[in-house]
């Protein structure tokens, strides 16, 4: 049963061989193609190679190119550095007028920065693998774009200081980020969100829903609008104080980081979203054995299979660069081997 049956399978019957399980490749992929994280950032062909193989050897449900949290601030003039061994990292900001919002650019998806890599690798996906497994692409929300293009600090103090400007600013990059996805939603594919600067780690509630929130929205709407569902959300870190803020969205799923306990989260938001996490990353894929890596996607998956909306088990962040290969093997041998299905319990 490859990815699309076993996914149809489950919208019609509520079972399957498995339940569906995606862990979050990324970077980690470069490894197995035995390219450095420098070439891939700079080649959609290698994007997409690195997922295609990572599918090949795991065979996971779900495969995905997407500038994530810099394309479109890099898009928009954020300096990358883009190291051979690690994720890039910002080497200067944009500095943006408030009161002249209008000179920041808005990208154009297919001519900017290194977002038409992102779209080449996404086309790669569909061309090669897209008659057996599901093909994403993932943007940053808004609040995470405009903090990415001024600075997290910076944009953080102005969220006090000058609420008015920060969401001039929000405003004006919505837009870009709108751009990509309208150029993914072209291809036929369905967008995902991250958002990590939302999360709740950094602030508050009242913070969230009103400066998050609505951006937030303009998106979501946008997706539906156009593909008839709304997109996946992850946001890093907690997200607990800020579910019944979540739950005002029209997203398909959301995404949570390990922090959050995943069966507390079925039971607020399970009849609201498909639930998709959330295994540690880094505690058990990174740096566990076989058996505790068994032992947390057995509990997992024990806490939320049988959420109303449905449930992907995943990772709760990327499967870090430097994880062993062999315990994501780990990993999907312990998805298949715990998984279940049954009718669903009330609740």
């Not at 497994?133 to 200081?161: H, M, N, Q, Y």
Request: glycine letters at 8%; a negative charge; hydrophobic letters at 40%.
């Amino acid at each position: 049963m490859n990815p699309l049956e076993r996914e149809k399978m489950i919208e019609k019957t509520g079972s399957a061989d498995r339940v569906l399980t995606c862990p979050f490749i990324d970077m980690f992929g470069a490894q197995l193609i035995h390219k450095n994280i420098r070439e891939v950032n700079l080649s959609g062909r290698l994007m997409a190679d690195l997922e295609i193989e990572a599918y090949k050897k795991y065979g996971h449900d779900g495969v995905s190119v997407g500038p994530g949290l810099y394309g479109v601030p890099e898009a928009l003039g954020v300096v990358l550095d883009l190291p051979e061994t690690s994720y890039p990292y910002v080497k200067k900001y944009v500095e943006v007028d408030y009161d002249n919002i209008e000179a920041l650019p808005v990208c154009d998806s297919k001519t900017d920065g290194r977002l038409p890599l992102f779209l080449e690798g996404v086309k790669i996906l569909i061309d090669e693998v897209s008659d057996e497994v599901s093909v994403g692409s993932s943007v940053a929300g808004p609040f995470s774009t405009a903090a990415t293009v001024i600075g997290t600090e910076k944009f953080l103090k102005d969220l006090r200081k000058n609420p008015e400007g920060v969401h001039r600013l929000l405003k004006r990059v919505t837009k870009s980020v709108l751009n990509y996805m309208d150029a993914v939603m072209d291809l036929g594919v369905v967008p995902s969100m991250p958002d990590p600067v939302a999360s709740g780690t950094l602030i508050s509630t009242k913070t969230f829903r009103e400066f998050a929130l609505p951006y937030l929205e303009i998106c979501v709407e946008h997706i539906r609008m156009r593909m008839g569902r709304g997109p996946a959300l992850h946001i890093c870190g907690t997200t607990k104080k800020h579910w019944m803020e979540i739950k005002k969205l029209n997203l398909s799923a959301l995404s949570l980081d390990n922090i959050d306990d995943i069966g507390e989260a079925c039971e607020i938001l399970g009849d609201k979203f498909c639930i998709i996490g959330n295994v540690d990353p880094v505690n058990i894929v990174l740096n566990g054995t076989r058996e505790s890596i068994h032992r947390e996607v057995k509990e997992c998956i024990e806490k939320a299979y049988n959420n109303p909306k449905g449930f992907v088990l995943a990772t709760g962040c990327d499967v870090p660069i430097n994880a062993s290969p062999k315990n994501v093997e780990y990993f999907m041998e312990a998805a298949r081997l715990y998984s279940r299905f049954k009718e669903k319990e009330k609740k």
